[in-house]
């Protein structure tokens, strides 16, 4: 069998558009930067050919090759932030997955993304979700046929929850717990 992204073309979708009120900054310019590099560098590493990276409180520059989409709704919560990437995803015809993930997972490397990318290429349903033990987590991917309705239900803070809770029983769980702890950074 061939790699996923031999095979698919996978846009990296990063979710930082948030004030971080807990962290109390927003996250995306967290420790001068290093978070949003690690973050991009996790998807492109990971196999994506293209990273969106989505901004709202705060702007700021991305690494080269990342793109910056604006949520101006990003108050709304992270169903904003993902139904600002999806847009910008869904306008590349050749893209045929979306791997979702979030700026504060800064021990979430490229093997995790790799990992769970392969996991979704295997699977007829096309998502997949990496687990840290009992833990559900990111990164999410997810095939071109559920973008619309992903977006659709995305709303506040749950983000893509109600659509995966809709279709859990075609969610492949990808256990990433000896890669990362997958524990998003809520305090500084």
């Known amino acids: 069998m061939q790699t996923p992204t031999t095979q698919h073309r996978v846009v990296g979708v990063l979710l930082a558009a948030g004030q971080g009120s ?10 001068q930067g290093a978070w949003l590099r690690t973050a991009v560098a996790a998807l492109r590493g990971g196999g994506c050919s293209r990273v969106i990276v989505v901004l709202g409180a705060a702007d700021t520059e991305v690494p080269h090759g990342a793109e910056i989409v604006y949520a101006p709704d990003w108050r709304e919560g992270v169903g904003a932030s993902l139904r600002a990437g999806l847009t910008a995803a869904s306008a590349d015809p050749g893209a045929d997955y979306a791997a ?3 700026v504060d997972l800064p021990d979430v490397h490229a093997d995790a993304v790799a990992r769970v990318i392969a996991a979704a290429a ?3 349903s096309g998502l997949a979700r990496a687990h840290y033990g009992a833990s559900p987590g990111h990164p999410v991917v997810m095939a071109r046929a559920h973008w619309a309705a992903v977006a659709a239900t995305a709303a506040g803070d749950e983000g893509a929850l109600p659509y995966l809770r809709e279709h859990a029983g075609r969610v492949r769980r990808v256990d990433c717990g000896d ?10």
């Open 22 to 31: 807990r962290y109390g900054m927003p996250k995306v310019l967290a420790h």
């Open 100 to 102: 979702i993930h979030l």
């Open 122 to 124: 295997a699977t007829e």
């Open 179 to 188: 890669l990362a702890t997958g524990e998003d950074r809520d305090t500084s």
